[in-house]
């Protein structure tokens, strides 16, 4: 069972950057997947991007894909997301979680989430 805890969020700027950090607690990861979700005020929870722990593979939502890079550090059990370019409509709050399936893109499929950490984009 890995704990997962999300940190990095802030408030910035539109067309600023912030860096987001989800980090595992009491052991390597070892799941399938690590996948990057956001939800903001009166919407669901939608995937922005995952990785494929093992071989480093990633997939991104349209929405994010050329602003955002998903990245992982073995040594540090850490996975981030580095979030450019930012605009008002990435406002949410941001969760990671740990999947053993192939559906990357689906937030049932994952089954341990984080508390999540809010990013404010200001226009």
């Known amino acids: 069972q890995v704990q997962l805890a999300e940190s990095g969020g802030g408030l910035v700027q539109a067309g600023g950057s912030l860096r987001l950090s989800c980090a595992a607690s009491?052991?390597?990861?070892?799941?399938?997947?690590v996948g990057w979700f956001r939800q903001a005020p009166g919407k669901e929870r939608t995937f922005v991007a995952a990785i494929r722990w093992g071989l480093s593979i990633s997939c991104y939502a349209d929405a994010v894909r050329g602003r955002f890079t998903i990245s992982r550090d073995n040594a540090k059990n850490t996975v981030y997301l580095q979030m450019n370019s930012l605009k008002p409509e990435d406002t949410a709050v941001y969760y990671c979680?740990?999947?053993?399936?192939?559906?990357?893109?689906?937030?049932?499929?994952?089954?341990?989430w984080g508390q999540g950490t809010q990013v404010t984009v200001s226009s």
């Open positions: 009491g052991r390597t990861f070892s799941r399938n997947a």
């Open positions: 979680a740990a999947s053993d399936s192939t559906q990357l893109r689906i937030p049932e499929m994952y089954d341990n």
